[in-house]
C-alpha cells in the first residue's frame, strides 16, 4: 500500500492572477542560480546538438566517418576531443548522439507525459471506485521491474526508434499519473471551485480556467525531471546493446565503446560520461528550481 | 527570589522580508504558586514570549536581542544546553495549544507519558508506567491502562489535551506554561480542561503561566494579568485592579469586548483597526492609531511599562503624564 | 495486518499469471527462434531439436503446457546451455545476484540514511550542501559510467582489488559501490526531506520542552517520520537494484542472473527467459510486501485501516 503523493499548490492560479503567478515563478527562478546554470548549459548543449543534425559536418567531420588510418588518437587541434578505434571525430558523435539522446529523452517523456496525464486526470476527476482501482494498479505497476520488459521488447521485436520511445515511455508513465491524479483530487475540493459553481460556471468552462493551469505546474516540474531519467534508460538499454544501434550513437553507445577501451584511450569514456553526466545534472537542477519557483510540494522527494 | 524573573526580554526574527520584532522589553516576575495571565491578540507577542523562556524559539530565524529569563536565579536564555534540558521538562513544563499536533503520531501515549521521567528521574518503567497511570486517573481519564497503549489520533480533542497535562506534570514541576490550552476544544470541555489545571495546581502548589486571547477566561483563573500588544506590555496589574481599575485602554477595549459582559441584543462593541504590521514597526505608542484617547505624543514618544499604582503597572503615556483616567 | 497480507497475496496472483502470459506472448510472437544462430546444424537436425523442447506443437497447447509446468514449479531446460534445467541456472546463480542485491541495498541506506540525517539536521551548512552535492552527482552519474571509472581508478591504478571476478571478499566492493551510489543518493535526498519535514512538526517542540537531547529527538521521536519517504521508496528501489545488476554484472563479470537473464533474451533462451523473469517478479512482489508491512507498521495511522 504505497504511499500516493498529495499534491498541493501554494497560492491557486485562478485565471484573474494566472499570469502574475506564472510571473512570480519566473522570478523566482531566475533567482536560483543552479538552475539558471541548468538552462543555460542545456540550451548551448541542445542548439549544438540539434545543429548537428542540421549541419552534420559541423565540426569538420561527420559522425560516421572513418579514418582507419588515423586510428584512436587523444585530443589535438584537429579533433578536439580524440577519435576513437575507426578514426571517428569524437566530438562530431558526441554532438551527434547528444542530439540523438536528447531526443529520445523529449519524445518518450512526452509519451509517458501523454499516458499518465491522461490516466491521472480520469481517475481523479472519476474518483470513488473507479479511481481507487486505477491506482491500485498504478502501484502495482510501480513496484514491477518494468526494466525487464523493455528489454524484452527490444531484444524481440527489434531495434526501432519508435519502438524504443514507446517502451521507454510506457515505464515511466506512472510517476505522472500518481501527480497528476494527486493533483486534480486536490484541485477537486479547493474552495475556489465550489464558488466558480457557485457563480453558474459551466464545467467544462471551469476545466479550462481553473483546473488545468493547476495542473501545469506540477506536470512541468515532473516532465522537466523525467527526461533524465529516460536518458538514463536509453544509455542503459544502448550499453546492453538494445537502444541505438551503429553507426548511429547516442551517449550510451559511446559510454559503451569508451568503457571496452578505458584503459588505452580513456578520453572516449571520459568526455561522454562528462557530457552526459552534466546534462542530468542540468536537467534535475532546471526540475529541483522549478519545483521550488512554482512551489509544488509533494510527499515524496 | 521569584521563581520566575523575566527581564527586558527582546525577540525578533529575521525573515527574508525584514525583522519582526515580535516582543519588545518585556519584563514581570512571577512567585511560586502564583497564576499570572498573559492576554493578547495573535500577534501580541504573548507565545513568543513563553517559548523564549521555554528555549523553544528556533534560532535562526529567531534571535534573542536581549533580556535574561532568570528561573530560580539561572538565566535560562544564556545557560548551557545541558542545563536547560535539566530544568525543561522536569521542574519547568509547558503545554500547547493544539494537542493533536504536539504528541508525536507514532509513539504509544504510556512512552510519552512516561518519557520526563526517563529522562529527568532514573525511574524503572514499571514504576514509571505505575505513575503515568495515576496521572492519567488524576487527570480524569477513565480506563487508564488501556490507553496507555494507544495512539494519540484514537483520543478526542478533550482528552488528548488531558493528556498533554498529564505528561507535563508527572515530574511535579514548579511552573507550568499553558499556551492557549483551551482555544483549540469546545466550549464545554474547555471549562473542564481549566478546572483540571486549577486542580493539579492547588495539589502540586505550582505556578502557572496561562496565555490566551481570551481575557474572559483568564480573568476566571488567574491572580495577576498581563496585557500585551505588538510585542509589548501594555499593562500588568492583579486580576481585579486590572479589571475594576483598569490603566490602558486598550485593556478597557479588550475588557468590553468580552461577548458575556455584553447586553444581550446589543451591538458587540469592537476594537476598532488592525494590529501593526510586524514588519514596519512605527514610533510612539503601538496603539496610537486604534484609540480613542490618543494625543500627537502618542504617536512620536516610546513608551516604557511604569508603576502608577501599588503593584499595577501600564505603558499608557497619558496614564503616566496625565493620570488620565481609562 | 493478516487480512492486509492476505489480500496483497491475492493480488499478486493474477499479476504473476498476467506476466507469465505476456511473456510467454512476447517471446513466441517475436521474430527469431533460440535455434537460429546455430549454423552448424542442418534444418532436419533443427527441426527434431524443437520437436525435442515441444517448439512444434500449435502456440495455444505449447502455452498450456507452460502454464502447468510452472505451476509444478518446474521452470524447464534451458537452450543455450544443454543439459542443465532452468531451475538449476537460477540456483545457481541468484545467490550471487543476491549478494550483490543486498551489499548494495546495505550501502544504500547507510550511506544514504546517514547523509540525510546529517543534511537535515545541519540544514543550509557545509554539512547540507556537501552530502546534497555529493547525492545528485550520484543520481546523474549512471553506473555503466561509475563502474569504469572505479575501476580505472581503484583496481587498475592503485590495485586494491580485481577488476573483474567474484572471488574474494574485496571483489565486492566495488560492484555493491557502483549498483547502490545511486540508490544512496536518491536515499539520501528523500531521507533529508523527510527529515526536514518531521524535524519542523509540533511535537518535536514539545520532545524538547520535555527536557530531550538532540539524540534521543532525532532517533525516538524524529526517525519514524522520517524514515517515512525512504520506506517507501524501498520498494522501487529493490526492482531498480534488480535490473541495475545487469549492467555491474556485465560490467565487473560477476556470474549473476542478471548477466543470463539478458544472454537468454539474446539467444532466444525462451524457459530460461520466462523463468528468470517469473523468478525475479515473484521475488520483486515479495519485497513489496514487506516494504508495505514495514510501512505500515511504522506509521500507526495505517495500521487501522
Given at each position: 500500500m504505497a504511499l500516493s503523493p498529495s499534491i498541493a499548490l501554494a497560492g491557486s492560479a485562478d485565471a484573474a492572477g494566472a499570469s502574475s503567478f506564472w510571473r512570480d515563478a519566473w522570478r523566482r527562478l531566475r533567482q536560483n542560480k543552479l538552475a539558471v546554470f541548468g538552462l543555460g548549459l542545456l540550451s548551448v548543449l541542445g542548439a549544438l546538438c540539434f545543429a548537428s543534425f542540421l549541419w552534420p559536418n559541423l565540426t569538420g567531420f561527420n559522425y560516421g566517418q572513418q579514418n582507419l588510418a588515423l586510428g584512436p588518437v587523444p585530443p589535438n587541434r584537429l579533433h578536439w576531443l580524440g577519435t576513437d578505434p575507426l578514426g571517428r571525430d569524437l566530438l562530431a558523435r558526441l554532438l551527434y548522439g547528444g542530439g540523438i539522446s536528447l531526443t529520445v529523452g523529449l519524445c518518450a517523456t512526452a509519451v509517458s507525459l501523454t499516458i499518465g496525464v491522461i490516466y491521472g486526470a480520469i481517475a481523479g476527476f472519476a474518483g470513488g471506485k473507479l479511481d481507487m482501482v486505477m491506482m491500485r494498479l498504478v502501484d502495482i505497476l510501480y513496484a514491477l521491474p518494468f526494466a525487464i520488459f523493455v528489454i524484452l521488447l527490444m531484444v524481440f521485436f527489434g531495434q526501432n526508434f519508435i519502438l524504443l520511445f514507446l517502451a521507454i515511455g510506457a515505464v515511466e508513465w506512472l510517476t505522472m499519473a500518481r501527480i497528476v491524479r494527486g493533483q486534480v483530487l486536490t484541485v477537486k475540493q479547493q474552495e475556489f471551485i465550489e464558488a466558480a459553481h457557485a457563480l453558474g460556471l459551466r464545467e467544462g468552462r471551469i476545466i479550462f480556467r481553473h483546473i488545468v493551469p493547476n495542473l501545469l505546474g506540477p506536470i512541468i516540474v515532473y516532465a522537466t525531471l523525467t527526461v533524465p531519467e529516460v536518458i538514463i534508460l536509453e544509455s542503459f538499454l544502448s550499453f546492453l546493446g538494445l537502444g541505438v544501434q551503429p553507426p548511429h550513437s547516442s551517449w550510451g553507445v559511446l559510454i559503451k565503446e569508451g568503457a571496452e577501451v578505458m584503459e588505452e584511450y580513456p578520453w572516449l569514456l571520459i568526455y561522454p560520461g562528462a557530457v552526459m553526466t552534466l546534462t542530468l545534472f542540468s536537467l534535475n537542477f532546471l526540475g529541483d528550481g522549478l519545483r521550488d519557483a512554482l512551489d509544488v510540494r509533494g510527499s515524496k522527494d | 527570589m521569584s521563581l520566575l524573573a523575566v527581564e527586558n526580554l527582546s525577540v525578533s526574527f529575521h525573515t527574508r522580508h525584514g525583522v519582526v520584532r515580535a516582543v519588545q522589553d518585556v519584563s514581570f516576575q512571577l512567585e511560586r504558586g502564583q497564576t499570572l495571565g498573559i492576554v493578547g491578540e495573535s500577534g501580541s507577542g504573548k507565545s513568543v514570549t513563553c517559548y523564549s523562556i521555554m528555549g523553544l524559539v528556533p534560532q535562526p530565524p529567531g534571535r534573542t536581542e536581549a533580556g535574561r529569563a532568570l528561573f530560580d536565579g539561572v538565566d535560562l536564555l544564556s545557560c548551557p544546553r545541558r542545563r536547560l534540558n535539566r530544568i525543561r521538562g522536569a521542574r519547568l513544563s509547558m503545554i500547547f495549544q493544539d494537542a493533536m499536533t504536539s504528541?508525536?503520531?507514532?509513539?504509544?501515549i504510556g512512552d510519552q507519558l512516561i518519557e520526563p521521567l526517563m529522562i529527568h528521574e532514573k525511574v524503572a518503567r514499571p514504576a514509571a508506567i505505575a505513575r503515568a497511570l495515576a496521572m492519567l486517573d488524576a487527570a480524569g481519564i477513565a480506563d487508564a491502562e488501556r490507553r496507555l497503549k494507544m495512539f494519540p489520533h484514537e483520543f478526542s480533542g478533550g482528552m488528548r489535551q488531558r493528556v498533554m497535562i498529564a505528561m507535563a506534570l508527572i515530574t511535579k514541576p514548579d511552573l507550568l506554561i499553558a499556551d492557549e490550552p483551551t482555544t483549540a476544544l469546545d466550549v464545554t470541555v474547555q471549562a473542564q480542561i481549566l478546572e483540571l489545571i486549577r486542580k493539579m495546581q492547588r495539589e502540586l502548589g505550582m505556578a502557572v503561566i496561562l496565555v490566551s486571547h481570551d481575557l474572559g477566561i483568564v480573568a476566571g483563573f488567574c491572580d495577576r494579568v498581563m496585557v500585551m500588544y505588538a510585542g509589548r506590555v501594555m499593562e500588568s496589574a492583579p486580576i481585579d485592579d486590572l479589571f475594576y481599575d483598569t490603566k490602558h485602554p486598550y485593556t478597557r477595549g479588550l475588557r468590553n469586548s468580552i461577548p458575556a459582559l455584553q447586553m444581550k441584543g446589543g451591538e458587540l462593541h469592537v476594537i476598532p483597526g488592525q494590529p501593526p504590521d510586524p514588519h514596519h514597526a512605527l514610533p510612539g505608542c503601538p496603539f496610537a492609531p486604534r484609540c480613542a484617547q490618543a494625543v500627537d505624543y502618542c504617536a512620536t514618544e516610546e513608551i516604557r511599562l511604569l508603576e502608577t499604582a501599588p503593584n499595577h503597572r501600564t505603558a499608557c503615556l497619558r496614564v503616566q503624564k496625565e493620570g488620565m483616567p481609562v | 495486518m493478516l487480512r492486509f497480507i492476505a489480500r496483497r497475496f491475492l493480488e499478486a496472483i493474477p499479476v504473476l499469471f498476467i506476466i507469465a502470459t505476456a511473456t510467454f506472448f512476447m517471446m513466441r510472437l517475436a521474430p527469431g527462434g533460440p535455434f537460429d544462430a546455430e549454423k552448424r546444424v542442418s534444418p532436419e537436425v533443427r527441426a527434431r531439436m524443437e520437436a525435442h523442447y515441444g517448439l512444434d506443437k500449435p502456440l495455444f497447447q505449447q502455452y498450456l503446457l507452460q502454464m502447468k509446468h510452472l505451476l509444478q514449479g518446474d521452470l524447464g531446460p534451458s537452450f543455450k546451455y544443454p543439459g542443465h534445467t532452468v531451475n538449476e541456472i537460477i540456483a545457481d546463480s541468484f545467490p550471487v545476484s543476491l549478494e550483490l542485491g543486498m551489499e548494495a541495498l546495505a550501502v544504500a541506506l547507510v550511506l544514504g540514511l546517514a547523509a540525510g540525517m546529517v543534511a537535515a539536521l545541519k540544514q543550509n551548512s557545509v554539512w547540507d550542501h556537501l552530502p546534497m552535492g555529493l547525492a545528485m552527482t550520484g543520481i546523474c552519474l549512471p553506473t555503466f559510467v561509475l563502474g569504469p571509472l572505479l575501476i580505472s581508478a581503484f583496481a587498475l591504478h592503485l590495485d586494491w582489488c580485481n577488476a573483474a571476478g567474484w572471488f574474494f571478499p574485496r571483489d565486492r566492493v566495488l560492484p555493491a559501490l557502483t549498483l547502490g551510489a545511486y540508490y544512496a543518493a536518491y536515499i539520501a535526498r528523500l531521507c533529508r526531506g523527510g527529515f526536514l519535514e518531521v524535524l519542523h512538526q509540533d511535537y518535536i517542540r514539545t520532545a524538547r520542552a520535555k527536557g530531550a537531547g538532540g539524540a534521543r529527538i532525532l532517533f525516538k521521536h524524529a526517525l519514524r517520520g522520517g524514515v517515512l519517504p525512504v520506506v517507501s521508496f524501498l520498494g522501487p528501489a529493490v526492482a531498480g537494484l534488480l535490473t541495475g545488476s545487469f549492467v555491474v554484472e556485465t560490467i565487473f563479470g560477476i556470474p549473476g542472473l542478471g548477466r543470463y537473464f539478458v544472454t537468454a533474451a539474446f539467444n532466444r533462451d525462451y524457459f530460461m527467459v520466462m523463468g528468470t523473469v517469473l523468478f525475479y517478479a515473484c521475488f520483486v512482489v515479495a519485497l513489496n510486501l514487506a516494504a508495505d508491512v514495514v510501512l505500515v507498521w511504522l506509521n500507526p495511522k495505517l495500521r487501522f485501516d
Open positions: - | 504528541l508525536n503520531p507514532f509513539l504509544r | -
